[in-house]
Structure formats: structure tokens, C-alpha cells
């Protein structure tokens, strides 16, 4: 009876597979399909009929007319012309910037909130989750504007610093990059204390006691030991953070400067006041392939590392 149990074959539960199959159609119907609306209009031509795009099969000629120009001129302004040198290479690399630097901001000022909590008493803990998770409860909006009122030149920061005689004339913060990577590491900062909260959360402590008792200093036993086995939520929060500010509009739209054109502003320009949705959906498409190409590479390296790890 033990024997024939044990050389049955396992056969996957209904609940496993339904379990498996709700984030795979999740992602089909949100992203993959979206995705490929997008692809393919980022091939077409305008049209100047009802179809505001023109077929991508010529039925006269019978061949597949692909508009590449709406790719190589993100890169090139003239066919001719020098390589990356164009406005919409210049907004990649600006908005990749400040998503870096938005990124480490938030891990430098969410890593010690995430650490409080993970180490308070449990029964003070949800107050404390509450108490991050409490900016969402108000509008996007309505946030941002906010710190316009807190930067602006006769905004509240610069009265407090003028009342109590740290400055003799305003502070021009609105409308730099200052006010917009403020605005961005104050959004996005929830976004990067949950996981770490998560993974230290579950931290063995005792590993600390061990380090102490090994005679490393406080400092030492924090950098070789928690840092180390945070490593998932550090990772999470940076991509979780960094991804959503790549491509982010209202904050630089409202906080940033003309000299803060990141690439979200370029493709609502290109799509709304161009008219141009080739483009706008071909600045897209390059867009995604930059954060997911570099995703992909890197969790396949990691996952080959771990497999040989455990081998």
C-alpha cells in the first residue's frame, strides 16, 4: 500500500493550476495584450481618413509595409545624422537618472524606517504600517500640490527658514531639480519601505547576537550580516521604485523645471500635442524593452548563480 502510494504519479491540483493561471491571464489581458496594440501601432503610419492609422498590409501591392523611421529617428535626427544626439535620447538618459538617484534616495530614507519597524514590539508594528501606508489614502494630486505650497518661493519652508534667520531672501526651489526629486522620493517612498519592512521583518536576530559575540562592532555586524540578508528587499524596492519613476509625468510636470523633461512628458507631447501616436508608442516600446530587457538578463544571471550555488 506504501509502495504503490509512493510510485504514483503526483498529479497538479485544479486549485494549483487556477492559482498559477489568475497572474499569467492577469498579465495577458493588462500587459501583454496593451503591449501589443502598442507594438504594432508603433509600426503604422497616420492615416488621414476615420482609420486615423493606415494598415500595416498593403492589399494593392500585397506586402507589409513597416514604418521603421518612427524607431531609428528616436536615435537619429537625420539618416545621416550623429547617433543618439536627439531630444528623445536625452529624455531617456534624464529620466533614468532621476529614477537612480529617486531610487537610492528612497532606499537611504527607507531603510532605517523599514529597520524601526521590523524591530519594534510586534503589538506597535501595525500602527506603524498604518502610519506609511496613510499618504495613499489622499489624492495623488492632491499631494503634489502640496509641495508646491511648501516649496514655492513665499511657500511654507521658506517662511520658516526666513522667520528663524537661516536665510535673508527666498529660496528659489520650485521648479528645479530639487523640488521634483523631493516630490518623486516622497511618492515613491512607501514603495520601497514595505518589502524591505517584509524581508527584515522575518530577519533572524539572533545572528546579530552571534556577531556581537564574535567581537564585530554594532556598524560591522549591521553591514556583514542585516544588510546581506536583506538583499531581496532592497532589490524589490529599488525596482519597485525605480520603474514607476522612469516613466513618470505628473510629478515632473507639476515640481520640475523645462530643463526636467523626462521621457513620460516627451511621449505626452508626442501623442497629444504632435499628434504623432507612432512615435509615441515606438518612445514607449523602447521605453519598456529598457527596463524589462535588463530585468530579464539580470534575474536569469541570478537564478543560473543560485542553481549552481545549491549544486
Known amino acids: 500500500m506504501t509502495g504503490s502510494t509512493a510510485s504514483a504519479p503526483t498529479v497538479p491540483l485544479p486549485g494549483r493550476r487556477f492559482v498559477i493561471a489568475v497572474p499569467f491571464a492577469w498579465l495577458t489581458v493588462f500587459f501583454l495584450l496593451p503591449f501589443l496594440i502598442l507594438l504594432y501601432i508603433s509600426f503604422v503610419d497616420m492615416g488621414d481618413g476615420i482609420d486615423p492609422f ?163 562592532t554594532p556598524w560591522k555586524a549591521f553591514w556583514l550580516v542585516t544588510v546581506p540578508l536583506s538583499k531581496a528587499g532592497i532589490i524589490a524596492g529599488f525596482m519597485l521604485v525605480f520603474i514607476p519613476s522612469v516613466g513618470e509625468f505628473v510629478i515632473p510636470s507639476l515640481l520640475g523645471g523645462p530643463e526636467n523633461l523626462m521621457i513620460g512628458r516627451v511621449v505626452w507631447d508626442e501623442m497629444f500635442t504632435a499628434n504623432n501616436w507612432p512615435r509615441a508608442a515606438a518612445l514607449a516600446v523602447v521605453m519598456i524593452g529598457l527596463i524589462v530587457v535588463p530585468l530579464a538578463i539580470y534575474y536569469r544571471y541570478s537564478g543560473e548563480r543560485a542553481a549552481a550555488a545549491q549544486h
Not at 81 to 101: H, K, N, W
Not at 136 to 160: H, Q
Not at 168 to 193: I, K, Q, R
Open 54 to 216: 493606415r494598415p500595416l498590409w498593403d492589399e494593392a501591392a500585397g506586402v507589409l509595409r513597416l514604418k521603421y523611421e518612427n524607431y531609428w529617428t528616436i536615435f537619429k535626427t537625420e539618416w545621416d545624422g550623429p547617433l543618439f544626439r536627439t531630444l528623445y535620447v536625452e529624455a531617456y538618459v534624464r529620466s533614468v537618472a532621476y529614477a537612480g538617484i529617486t531610487a537610492t534616495l528612497c532606499l537611504l530614507i527607507g531603510y532605517p524606517f523599514a529597520y524601526f519597524i521590523a524591530r519594534s514590539p510586534a503589538s506597535v508594528r501595525p500602527a506603524l504600517l498604518l502610519m506609511v501606508m496613510l499618504p495613499f489614502w489622499t489624492s495623488f494630486l492632491l499631494r503634489v500640490y502640496a509641495w508646491k505650497g511648501i516649496l514655492a518661493d513665499a511657500g511654507i519652508l521658506n517662511r520658516l527658514l526666513m522667520a528663524v534667520g537661516f536665510i535673508d531672501e527666498p529660496l528659489h526651489l520650485l521648479y528645479t531639480n530639487v523640488s521634483m526629486l523631493v516630490g518623486m522620493t516622497y511618492v515613491y517612498l512607501p514603495f520601497m519601505v514595505l518589502p524591505l519592512y517584509a524581508t527584515l521583518v522575518k530577519l533572524d536576530w539572533r545572528l546579530l547576537e552571534a556577531a556581537y559575540d564574535l567581537g564585530a
